[in-house]
């Protein structure tokens, strides 16, 4: 202590010295903006270059307490998963946005009944008119379309299945725009049929056939199935085999879609056709 | 001996309005800058404690800094310049030392003399003032340029002050 102290006595106007400049510095820094920024950008490309070799080394030797809060998160995280829950209220409410108007609203459900081996199938969900499911709306799943809502119920909606004799959709090639009804074969549940092109239209195998969006359920654009073959029918007409994209063996989650101008097009559609 | 004190606060506060009000305006061809109030610690006395040094070039800076919105500086640049004023009147000295009762002052020990000690000092207070100012390597030798050219100022002004103030 003694000896440090000296030997600040003897140095005293270096120490001063060094002390006072110091000071200098940091009110440089401190209070001009250029030589701040300067200053910051210097220690951090210094302090940058140290660091990462730093960071590199503490990662790896923390690996094992990493992986202990990865798993606790994934285990809170399936916890909030929406297939731990069960809803028992229609909680999608339509967004009140100014410069879009929304157009389709999207009610996920859960299929509870299913069948494919009939003529005329039919699809049960865990959803009905408390959900905000009405008759006419449109079921997707995420692969591409199911089928229209017929009846509902409180809690439950009846849906007619594609693979219905009944169901009918209007189809397009999506290269080139041509549509035309599209329905089920009648047997398995893979393949459909559109029907109405017309010969001069160019078809190939794979083309990628859509919903057209004109009958106002389905939105437009949304995956069909894919053209598998085709043949002319009565020399004007082709009629193309579309493989189904969705896969209405493990059907389970759906999305129903409800167009929320609907009632406005019919309505024109209605007071044209007078 | 005249009171050495008061006759130094006087001098402070006349050479540091000098600066503020005439020569931080003075820009000759926006490159040179003159700043005569370092002529406030070329002239303390021999006899000045170290410490003292220091401090009141850490004060002059200081003051200049707060006037001229340029914090730290000056400050950064006098005080490098106190520290080193030892060691230049140690090189400059004459033969037998400073005689007590002496100041350094061109009526004392001549032009020569004044102008290679002022010199030094003046240089080396530009250089680490303009370096500080660009805060970068880069126009090293244009920087370098302007502190030349300011130091020539300034030796002059003060040099001929020393005509015109002449007390013995």
Do not use: G
């Given at each position: 202590m003694r000896n440090l102290l000296r030997f600040i006595v003897?140095?005293?106007?270096i120490i001063i010295f060094i002390f006072l400049e110091i000071l200098a510095f940091i009110l440089l820094i401190q209070s001009n903006k250029f030589h701040r920024a300067k200053y910051v950008n210097f220690t951090y490309s210094i302090a940058g270059g140290f660091s990462k070799a730093f960071v590199n080394i503490k990662e790896y030797v923390s690996l094992r307490e990493e992986n202990r809060k990865l798993i606790e998160e994934n285990n809170k995280l399936y916890n909030l998963l929406k297939s731990s829950?069960?809803?028992?209220?229609?909680?999608?409410?339509?967004?009140?946005?100014?410069?879009y108007k929304r157009i389709y609203l999207y009610i996920d459900a859960k299929v509870i009944n299913n069948s494919t081996n009939k003529q005329y199938n039919y699809i049960t969900l865990n959803k009905g008119r408390n959900h905000g499911i009405e008759p006419d709306m449109a079921v997707v799943s995420d692969k591409g379309i199911v089928g229209i809502v017929k009846d509902v119920t409180n809690n439950y909606a009846s849906i007619l299945s594609l693979l219905n004799r009944k169901f009918k959709v209007n189809g397009k090639i999506k290269r080139n725009d041509y549509f035309g009804p599209l329905s089920w074969i009648g047997k398995g549940h893979t393949k459909a049929i559109l029907t109405d092109i017309p010969h001069h239209v160019e078809i190939l195998v794979g083309d990628t056939i859509v919903t057209s969006g004109y009958s106002a359920i389905f939105p437009e654009g949304y995956m069909i199935g894919i053209a598998s073959s085709f043949k002319l029918k009565g020399g004007n007409y082709y009629e193309i085999k579309v493989d189904l994209a969705t896969d209405f063996k493990?059907?389970?989650?759906?999305?129903?879609?409800?167009?929320l101008f609907r009632e406005e097009q019919i309505e024109l559609e209605k007071s044209a056709e007078k | 001996m005249i009171k050495v004190l008061p006759r130094n606060i006087a001098r402070f506060i006349i050479l540091i309005t000098a600066q503020i009000i005439i020569f931080n305006n003075i820009e000759f061809s926006g490159y040179i800058n003159p700043y005569i109030y370092v002529l406030f610690l070329?002239?303390?006395?021999?006899?000045?404690p170290k410490w003292t040094l220091l401090i009141s070039a850490f004060l002059l800076g200081l003051s200049v800094d707060l006037f001229s919105e340029t914090l730290g500086m000056h400050t950064a640049a006098t005080v490098f310049m106190a520290f080193l004023r030892p060691y230049v009147l140690e090189i400059f000295s004459p033969r037998d030392g400073y005689e007590s009762g002496t100041f350094p002052r061109v009526a004392y020990y001549g032009?020569?003399?004044f102008t290679k000690y002022a010199f030094v000092l003046i240089l080396a207070h530009h250089l680490l003032l303009f370096y500080i100012e660009i805060f970068r390597i880069g126009g090293f030798f244009s920087t370098f340029l302007r502190v030349l050219l300011s130091v020539i100022f300034t030796l002059g002004f003060i040099v001929i002050s020393q005509f015109f103030i002449y007390r013995r």
């Open positions: 003897r140095h005293n106007f829950y069960r809803t028992t209220t229609f909680n999608a409410v339509p967004a009140n946005d100014t410069t493990n059907l389970s989650n759906v999305q129903v879609v409800k167009n | 070329l002239l303390l006395p021999f006899e000045t032009v020569s003399w």
